[in-house]
């Protein structure tokens, strides 16, 4: 069932919100070759702890061991955490965080570069993020969902890059994850109707090479079949008589 929030449980989810977002800001500035993605788990949880009435939505989810999805280069998204798994110049590292604060929850992710980048990886880094804002424009009262996907897709397409099918967008709020999918294609005015107080998280996660994907044996890790890189951006809006709303950024 979709379940649409009131006025007052969108501005909860969006105190929520602010508090993800400048903990993926602080993520951001961390990021650095050397530091392990458990590095960067731990910081997370311990930004996210210090503001009173919030914790990380992740930890525990569905039996998730850490606090922040963290996915490298080819992987796509879900990566666990790890002392083992150290940054290194030139990889691309997608951080996916959700915050739950006061009983409401929220999800958001960017994907940043380790150090100097290749100009290919910079290129998939901005077309997926123009990708997520074309999306979160056509968030708008009387759209379709459709109407977000061929959004992402009139972004990504024409770039020469894929979009991952089998995973997709989602509501969220009272939980993680709630009703209405919400994928990164389709065509306009097709799919369920947004209405006010809907709030989603939309989430483009686009490939160098081809869409396919597999999980690996930690049946978390979901990564591109033909090794090739990708990146993950993210953010909880709410749908608004005024207009989308994007309540996870940092400001």
Not at 68 to 80: A, D, R
Not at 130 to 142: F, K, P, Q
Request: charged residues 25%.
């Amino acid at each position: 069932m979709i379940q649409i929030k009131s006025a007052r449980e969108i501005e909860i989810m969006a105190e929520g919100g602010r508090i993800l977002g400048r903990t993926i800001a602080m993520l951001r500035s961390k990021v650095r070759p050397g530091l392990t993605t458990a590095d960067l788990d731990a910081m997370a949880e311990e930004f996210i702890r210090s503001h009173p009435g919030a914790t990380p939505a992740f930890k525990g989810l569905y039996g998730f061991p850490g606090s922040v999805c963290i996915s490298v280069n080819h992987e796509i998204v879900h990566g666990i955490p790890s002392r083992k798994r150290v940054l290194e110049e030139g990889d691309i590292v997608s951080l996916d965080v959700g915050v739950k604060y006061e009983g409401m929850y929220t999800d958001a992710a960017a994907t940043v570069g380790v150090g100097a980048i290749s100009e290919e990886s910079r290129r998939l880094l901005d077309v997926t993020e123009r990708a997520l804002e074309a999306g979160i424009a056509a968030a708008t009262v009387d759209n379709h969902v459709g109407d977000i996907g061929a959004a992402v897709q009139g972004v990504v397409e024409p770039e020469g890059f894929s979009i991952v099918r089998e995973l997709v967008g989602h509501g969220v709020g009272f939980e993680p994850h709630e009703d209405l999918q919400v994928p990164n294609y389709g065509k306009p005015k097709r799919g369920k109707r947004l209405v006010a107080g809907l709030t989603i998280a939309i989430e483009p996660m686009v490939n160098v090479g081809s869409a396919a994907t597999r999980t690996m044996p930690d049946r978390w890790t979901v990564v591109t079949v033909d090794g090739k890189r990708s990146a993950h951006f993210e953010h909880t809006v709410a749908v608004t008589e005024a207009g989308p709303r994007v309540l996870t950024r940092a400001e």
